[in-house]
């Protein structure tokens, strides 16, 4: 039984990036043999276990052979005859195919991974120097996730190029109807992910290069606003569902509709997306509207009951704006007019002004009537008299 320390930690380490998780590979066992060490079984697919103590994954050695289309389609053979080697050869890109034997590995997770300890089969090294994404094996094209890996790889480290031959690969799969296998639950996984990168146009900047956009999003652009406007989004460090919002803003409501449909899209991210396509025009030029036409656009927004998606909506249009070219770093005031805005229409009693009403007289929409004047009247008085 031998144990490595393999994939994200040692690339990371070795492009000198901060080291998260751990990932170890376990040669030459048995499930039985690591039940008996205390390993409790949690994989469903292949044999991974966590460890008694630490609770980190460690995967047997396996193999991997294509029995159907699409991400499940793998019939895997996991054995203690399974090399070191035939293990990372199964992995996507050879910059995640190193492996360093446990031993060279501290009890509290620090390494030095010098060259001569590590097991290099594939070259990865050389493609963290080279800072190319290039593909292990053409086992590659057995697995459609791996476009979409490659793509989120490429939003991760953006100064890095994607091998001539693992495009062609890429290209190669997607016209062979790969990439229409795919399961939503992978496709918004790694998109949501590839969102979240540091600049994260590239990662649909490859899949536009491989075809993969055209079958996945339907619509989407690339060196266009929305492009800039997620990279703008990265900057401000803004949340998944702004990233997304900003992504979708000018698709139109039925494409937005089809791709969080298609593709499972989280309610709260999905209903963002929705108010922002249809009413970041509104926000854009809410500066010349008066206090009728402000209380109405949080009314149709919803801030009052959902402040948090309101400022996330105010945010994703900030990113827009500051994606135009020349605005990188302008001001957005209608961000914080709008949050003021919104803050005086909350304070406003609407108990007093809904029990003031019922004494008039005033029953069912009225009384929401006599609320909304009472907002408007809050928010005219709150503004810069006009010259």
């Not at 005859?81 to 509290?108: F, G, W």
């Not at 709008?338 to 002004?353: H, R």
């Given at each position: 039984?031998?144990i490595?320390?393999?994939?994200?930690?040692?690339r990371?380490?070795?492009?000198?990036?901060p080291?998260s998780?751990?990932d170890?590979?376990?040669?030459?066992?048995?499930?039985?043999?690591?039940?008996?060490?205390?390993?409790?079984?949690?994989?469903?697919?292949?044999?991974v276990?966590?460890h008694?103590e630490?609770?980190?994954?460690?995967?047997l050695?396996?193999t991997e052979?294509?029995?159907a289309?699409?991400?499940?389609?793998f019939?895997?053979?996991a054995?203690?005859?399974?090399?070191?080697?035939q293990?990372l050869?199964?992995?996507?890109?050879?910059?995640n195919?190193?492996?360093?034997?446990?031993?060279?590995?501290?009890?509290?997770?620090r390494f030095?991974?010098?060259?001569?300890?590590?097991?290099?089969?594939?070259?990865?090294?050389?493609?963290?120097?080279?800072?190319?994404?290039r593909?292990v094996?053409d086992?590659f094209?057995?697995?459609?996730?791996?476009i979409?890996?490659?793509?989120?790889?490429?939003?991760?480290?953006?100064?890095?190029?994607v091998a001539?031959?693992t495009?062609a690969?890429m290209?190669?799969?997607v016209?062979?109807?790969e990439?229409?296998?795919?399961?939503?639950?992978r496709?918004?996984?790694?998109?949501?992910?590839?969102?979240?990168e540091?600049?994260?146009s590239?990662?649909?900047?490859v899949?536009?290069?491989?075809?993969?956009l055209?079958?996945?999003?339907?619509g989407?652009?690339?060196g266009?606003?929305?492009?800039?406007a997620?990279?703008?989004?990265?900057?401000?460090?803004?949340?998944l569902a702004?990233r997304?919002a900003?992504?979708?803003?000018?698709?139109?409501q039925?494409?937005?509709?089809q791709?969080?449909?298609?593709?499972?899209?989280?309610?709260d991210i999905?209903?963002?997306a929705e108010v922002?396509?249809?009413?970041?025009?509104h926000i854009d030029g809410?500066g010349a509207?008066?206090?009728?036409g402000?209380v109405?656009?949080?009314?149709?927004?919803?801030?009052?009951?959902?402040?948090?998606?309101?400022?996330?909506?105010?945010?994703?249009c900030?990113?827009d704006?500051?994606?135009?070219?020349?605005?990188?770093?302008?001001t957005?005031?209608q961000?914080?007019?709008?949050l003021?805005v919104?803050?005086?229409?909350?304070?406003?009693?609407?108990?007093a002004v809904?029990?003031?009403?019922?004494?008039?007289?005033?029953?069912?929409?009225k009384?929401?009537?006599?609320i909304?004047?009472?907002?408007?009247?809050?928010?005219a008085?709150?503004?810069?008299?006009?010259t």
């Amino acid at each position: 039984m031998k144990i490595f320390l393999v994939g994200g930690a040692l690339r990371d380490r070795l492009l000198e990036r901060p080291v998260s998780d751990h990932d170890w590979l376990v040669v030459g066992a048995t499930p039985e043999e690591m039940v008996a060490r205390g390993y409790l079984p949690v994989g469903r697919d292949f044999p991974v276990f966590l460890h008694p103590e630490t609770r980190e994954e460690y995967a047997l050695a396996r193999t991997e052979r294509k029995s159907a289309p699409g991400y499940r389609g793998f019939t895997v053979h996991a054995a203690p005859d399974v090399t070191l080697e035939q293990d990372l050869a199964r992995r996507d890109l050879t910059v995640n195919a190193i492996a360093l034997p446990a031993e060279l590995v501290s009890a509290d997770g620090r390494f030095d991974p010098t060259p001569a300890a590590l097991a290099d089969p594939f070259h990865g090294q050389r493609d963290l120097r080279d800072k190319v994404l290039r593909h292990v094996t053409d086992a590659f094209r057995e697995d459609p996730v791996r476009i979409l890996r490659v793509a989120r790889f490429a939003a991760r480290f953006d100064d890095f190029s994607v091998a001539p031959e693992t495009m062609a690969l890429m290209r190669e799969m997607v016209a062979a109807g790969e990439a229409d296998a795919l399961v939503p639950e992978r496709v918004w996984q790694e998109l949501s992910r590839g969102l979240m990168e540091e600049r994260p146009s590239r990662m649909f900047e490859v899949l536009r290069d491989c075809g993969a956009l055209a079958v996945l999003l339907p619509g989407i652009e690339t060196g266009t606003q929305p492009m800039a406007a997620i990279d703008a989004g990265a900057r401000l460090q803004a949340s998944l569902a702004v990233r997304f919002a900003c992504l979708m803003r000018s698709v139109g409501q039925p494409q937005l509709q089809q791709v969080c449909d298609r593709w499972r899209v989280p309610v709260d991210i999905r209903e963002l997306a929705e108010v922002v396509a249809r009413e970041h025009g509104h926000i854009d030029g809410s500066g010349a509207l008066d206090a009728t036409g402000l209380v109405r656009l949080l009314e149709r927004c919803d801030a009052l009951r959902k402040p948090s998606r309101f400022a996330e909506a105010l945010l994703a249009c900030e990113c827009d704006a500051r994606g135009r070219p020349g605005f990188g770093d302008a001001t957005y005031p209608q961000r914080e007019r709008l949050l003021a805005v919104l803050a005086t229409a909350a304070a406003v009693p609407t108990d007093a002004v809904a029990k003031a009403a019922q004494q008039s007289g005033a029953t069912g929409p009225k009384i929401g009537e006599a609320i909304h004047r009472a907002r408007v009247e809050a928010v005219a008085a709150s503004l810069p008299a006009r010259t």
